[in-house]
């Protein structure tokens, strides 16, 4: 089953902040969040995994909640080049699975 | 910094019709992956290939679809008989851990007619 992330779009004046939501009805392993633009390639944002490790890119903070399979991903101070889909990628736990289940994604726009 | 290839950007073929798209890795990573993305809709696991052998599949990655990796740097998605439904942009991925950060490569726009 794919997570769900919330809200499916956003519209902020850059310089505002921006919360990303993604849950799964899985415990999970880890969620991985990408950022998309339009006919480009998923980039790769943030990892985090059970039992709190994480690796990402330095203006970029998430949290991942263990306990209910949630994650979020903080934009803050948002700049007209975090507009994009962002999506999140789950690994379930005891499965040994390695590909990703992606949300729908979240449309953020940045206005100047 | 190091970054996943694709070739071709762009394929065009008719249907029935067989395609191998290509990816290059990056050069030290071990787990190599291929997700497929319907204009507009997110982005699907295919398959995942590590020690030269299919790691997991997804149920779209049925009997028409092959991996392979037939030499140290290349990593292919063959199609077999393609339909009109395979039109979509196909992505290549590497990580260097099992389980951990993809990265995924530009990929390549298959259309299929």
Redesign the interface.
């Known amino acids: 089953q794919?997570p769900v992330q919330s809200p499916q779009a956003v519209i902020l004046r850059e310089g505002e902040d921006a919360v990303i939501n993604c849950s799964s009805s899985k415990a999970l392993?880890?969620v991985?969040w990408?950022r998309?633009k339009h006919g480009?390639?998923?980039?790769?944002l943030m990892?985090l995994?059970k039992g709190g490790e994480q690796?990402g890119h330095e203006k970029i903070s998430a949290s991942f909640n263990e306990k209910k399979q949630q994650s979020s991903l903080y934009l803050t101070a948002s700049q007209l080049s975090y507009s994009g889909t962002y999506?999140c990628?789950t690994?379930a736990s005891g499965g040994?699975?390695?590909?990703?289940?992606?949300?729908?994604?979240t449309h953020l726009i940045i206005q100047p | 910094e190091p970054e996943v290839t694709q070739t071709p950007s762009h394929q065009v073929t008719q249907m029935g019709q067989e395609v191998i798209l290509r990816c290059v890795p990056i050069s030290n990573h071990l787990y190599f992956y291929w997700y497929r993305q319907i204009l507009g809709q997110k982005v699907e696991f295919l398959v995942s290939f590590y020690n030269n052998e299919i790691s997991e599949k997804s149920e779209i990655f049925d009997d028409q679809f092959s991996v392979e990796r037939p030499d140290g740097s290349n990593f292919t998605l063959k199609i077999r008989s393609t339909k009109l439904e395979d039109s979509a942009m196909y992505f290549c991925a590497s990580s260097d851990f099992l389980q951990y950060e993809q990265y995924f490569g530009p990929g390549t726009r298959l259309t299929v007619t």
Not at chain 1, 40 to 44: D, G, K, M, S, T
Not at chain 1, 96 to 105: E, I, N, P, Q, Y
């Open positions: 794919q392993y880890s991985h990408y998309q480009e390639a998923p980039v790769f990892i995994l690796k999506f990628g690994i040994g699975a390695d590909g990703l289940t992606f949300g729908k994604g």
